[in-house]
């Protein structure tokens, strides 16, 4: 600010001199014009200064001088006539000196305004400056302590088919407590807008890969990284394409428990996929799907898969036709209900294997399931937010989609007994189930989930000739349970519009009970083994979300 003065006055100083030398009329005229741009210059400072201290909002102050008047130049006093001098007309106005502009403060730019510029169209996203990309980062950490109160089982998700036997060396060893974080999740999401609608996408991981070798590393946190969704989809409410590794549209996530084992009867398979997804009405929505296959066959050599190995060499399972799923959703006050199918291609090809006899064989695998999740409170204010859960299915070849019961028993083949060596055949399993759960919502902090389920699958004849106590007789399950009853504190949940928000803070304890028969029972388990496991579990976990 001293600088502009000290330049408006020796400008001023500069133009009376030139009065007194008898200056021409035009040099009057230019002096004038400079002056005027010099008050426009003082006023805009003045405006600047009033506007910095409304920002920073200071206490109120005595009210500001007005604003200095405008200078008119006095007329040239009549003077003997003098020899002129030329003085330049004066340009443009220059911007104010670097001095002077580092003396006009500038209005402070508030951290709600910074907020609202980056703030990105995903709840809790920012936007990435310079692109209309937002991103969100999710994800928890979850500490699980668990023991098995009366067998040996030390996997952190154990699934009914593969408990121990009574009578096994796990069982005879009796109960065991691990612990272990890895089955805590990271992941990130992405929305971009586009001329097809929002484009999103997903990469998600845990730590829940491929165990170390039995070295004792497994005790030293070597778990390995391993992807579970990795896809892009493009769409809005109306309509959505999703490519990528998702989950399966077969999926269900009915029932909340603290353990990382799948449910019995539920579905966790996530998969590379094409899928579409469309609203058909209020409420109502469809999706269609081409999914990743993946045989699965028993056989009385074992149970084998695609990337299995038949006596070290390529396993006879083999994928030729992707899996086609669909599924119908609705969603009301009421709750929500859910119908689900799938039809598969199972096909063994013995060519280039291992396995007796020569040749191939296939079947076709479908299922279909309902399911419906249940507000009570429209029932009976009383119930407030209870929920009552309930699924059933049967199926054909449904294997893998229920891999807590039937993965590895999509089908069964006679390959390899008396009398197939030259043909054999492949046939789909059939299986049927149910599951029922109950969601108590004690306070709004405190909630239970108690959950029963059964599951059936009618083998073969044949697969009584399974050798007793082999890898392919232990795996012949005819019978499955499951039941599981929690109590979760959540301390930061919160209700609004009738719906909960758990926060992101859980810490429970859980009660596991599993149980599965063999087909033929103690004489298929082989020596020292009856044909039944039951294992009994109790788990605490803590999840903390960000």
Same mark, same amino acid.
């Given at each position: 600010?001293?600088?502009?003065?000290?330049?408006?006055?020796?400008?001023?100083?500069?133009?009376?001199?030139?009065?007194?030398?008898?200056?021409?009329?035009?040099?009057?005229?230019?002096?004038?014009?400079?002056?005027?741009?010099?008050?426009?210059?003082?006023?805009?400072?003045?405006?600047?200064?009033?506007?910095?201290?409304?920002?920073?909002?200071?206490?109120?102050?005595?009210a500001r001088a007005p604003a200095t008047a405008p200078r008119t130049a006095a007329a040239p006093s009549p003077r003997p006539p003098v020899t002129p001098v030329v003085v330049p007309a004066p340009a443009a106005a220059a911007p104010a000196p670097p001095q002077a502009q580092a003396d006009v403060a500038q209005?402070?730019?508030?951290?709600?305004?910074?907020?609202?510029?980056?703030?990105?169209s995903l709840p809790n996203s920012w936007r990435i400056p310079g692109t209309d990309t937002s991103v969100r980062l999710y994800g928890f950490g979850k500490a699980n302590m668990w023991g098995s109160l009366n067998v040996r089982d030390r996997g952190d998700a154990p699934s009914v088919q593969g408990i121990p036997?009574?009578? !096994?060396?796990?069982?005879?060893?009796?109960?065991?407590?691990?612990?272990?974080?890895?089955?805590?999740?990271?992941?990130?999401?992405?929305?971009?807008?586009?001329?097809?609608?929002?484009?999103?996408?997903r990469i998600e991981i845990d730590f829940a890969g491929d165990q170390p070798s039995a070295s004792g590393a497994a005790t030293s946190s070597g778990y390995m990284p391993r992807l579970r969704q990795a896809f892009v989809e493009v769409g809005g409410d109306v309509f959505r394409v999703l490519v990528g590794q998702?989950?399966?549209?077969?999926?269900?996530?009915?029932?909340?428990?603290?353990?990382?084992?799948?449910?019995?009867?539920?579905?966790?398979?996530?998969?590379?996929?094409?899928?579409?997804?469309?609203?058909?009405?209020?409420?109502?929505?469809?999706?269609?799907?081409?999914?990743?296959?993946?045989?699965?066959?028993?056989?009385?050599?074992?149970?084998?898969?695609?990337?299995?190995?038949?006596?070290?060499?390529?396993?006879?399972?083999?994928?030729?036709?992707?899996?086609?799923?669909?599924?119908?959703?609705?969603?009301?006050?009421?709750?929500?209900?859910?119908?689900?199918?799938?039809?598969?291609?199972?096909?063994?090809?013995?060519?280039?294997?291992?396995?007796?006899?020569?040749?191939?064989?296939?079947?076709?695998?479908?299922?279909?399931?309902?399911?419906?999740?249940?507000?009570?409170?429209?029932?009976?204010?009383?119930?407030?937010?209870?929920?009552?859960?309930?699924?059933?299915?049967?199926?054909?070849?449904?294997?893998?989609?229920?891999?807590?019961?039937?993965?590895?028993?999509?089908?069964?083949?006679?390959?390899?007994?008396?009398?197939?060596?030259?043909?054999?055949?492949?046939?789909?399993?059939?299986?049927?189930?149910?599951?029922?759960?109950?969601?108590?919502?004690?306070?709004?902090?405190?909630?239970?989930?108690?959950?029963?389920?059964?599951?059936?699958?009618?083998?073969?004849?044949?697969?009584?000739?399974?050798?007793?106590? !082999?890898?392919?007789?232990?795996?012949?399950?005819?019978?499955?349970?499951?039941?599981?009853?929690?109590?979760?504190?959540?301390?930061?949940?919160?209700?609004?519009?009738?719906?909960?928000?758990?926060?992101?803070?859980?810490?429970?304890?859980?009660?596991?009970?599993?149980?599965?028969?063999?087909?033929?029972?103690?004489?298929?388990?082989?020596?020292?083994?009856?044909?039944?496991?039951?294992?009994?579990?109790?788990?605490?976990?803590?999840?903390?979300?960000?």
């Amino acid at each position: 600010m001293r600088q502009v003065r000290f330049a408006e006055g020796w400008l001023a100083a500069g133009a009376g001199a030139a009065v007194l030398l008898g200056s021409a009329p035009a040099l009057a005229q230019g002096t004038e014009d400079l002056l005027r741009r010099i008050d426009a210059l003082q006023r805009r400072v003045e405006e600047l200064e009033a506007a910095q201290r409304t920002v920073q909002r200071p206490p109120p102050a005595a009210a500001r001088a007005p604003a200095t008047a405008p200078r008119t130049a006095a007329a040239p006093s009549p003077r003997p006539p003098v020899t002129p001098v030329v003085v330049p007309a004066p340009a443009a106005a220059a911007p104010a000196p670097p001095q002077a502009q580092a003396d006009v403060a500038q209005p402070r730019v508030t951290r709600e305004e910074v907020d609202a510029a980056l703030r990105g169209s995903l709840p809790n996203s920012w936007r990435i400056p310079g692109t209309d990309t937002s991103v969100r980062l999710y994800g928890f950490g979850k500490a699980n302590m668990w023991g098995s109160l009366n067998v040996r089982d030390r996997g952190d998700a154990p699934s009914v088919q593969g408990i121990p036997l009574a009578g !096994s060396p796990a069982d005879l060893q009796g109960g065991d407590l691990n612990f272990s974080a890895r089955r805590s999740r990271i992941g990130f999401e992405t929305q971009t807008p586009s001329d097809w609608g929002p484009v999103f996408t997903r990469i998600e991981i845990d730590f829940a890969g491929d165990q170390p070798s039995a070295s004792g590393a497994a005790t030293s946190s070597g778990y390995m990284p391993r992807l579970r969704q990795a896809f892009v989809e493009v769409g809005g409410d109306v309509f959505r394409v999703l490519v990528g590794q998702a989950n399966s549209v077969w999926n269900d996530g009915l029932i909340e428990t603290l353990t990382d084992a799948t449910f019995l009867n539920a579905s966790a398979v996530r998969q590379a996929q094409v899928r579409l997804t469309g609203r058909l009405a209020e409420g109502l929505t469809g999706m269609v799907s081409i999914e990743a296959p993946y045989t699965d066959y028993t056989s009385a050599a074992g149970v084998f898969y695609p990337d299995s190995t038949y006596d070290g060499g390529a396993s006879p399972a083999i994928n030729q036709v992707p899996d086609l799923l669909g599924r119908l959703t609705y969603r009301g006050d009421f709750g929500e209900a859910s119908l689900r199918g799938v039809v598969r291609q199972l096909k063994i090809d013995t060519n280039g294997t291992a396995a007796a006899g020569a040749g191939s064989d296939s079947t076709v695998g479908w299922g279909v399931a309902l399911n419906a999740n249940l507000a009570l409170r429209n029932v009976w204010e009383g119930f407030g937010n209870d929920q009552l859960i309930g699924m059933t299915y049967y199926g054909q070849g449904i294997g893998r989609y229920f891999d807590s019961a039937y993965s590895g028993q999509g089908a069964y083949t006679n390959l390899g007994l008396p009398g197939a060596t030259a043909a054999f055949s492949m046939d789909a399993t059939p299986a049927w189930g149910f599951l029922v759960g109950y969601r108590l919502a004690w306070l709004t902090q405190l909630r239970s989930t108690f959950a029963y389920a059964y599951a059936r699958q009618d083998n073969p004849t044949y697969v009584s000739e399974f050798t007793p106590g !082999s890898s392919a007789a232990l795996a012949a399950n005819r019978d499955m349970q499951m039941a599981v009853a929690n109590l979760i504190w959540s301390p930061f949940a919160r209700e609004s519009n009738g719906r909960v928000t758990n926060g992101w803070l859980d810490v429970g304890v859980e009660y596991i009970f599993f149980r599965r028969d063999i087909q033929g029972g103690a004489a298929a388990a082989g020596v020292g083994q009856y044909g039944h496991g039951i294992e009994q579990r109790l788990q605490t976990s803590l999840i903390a979300r960000f």
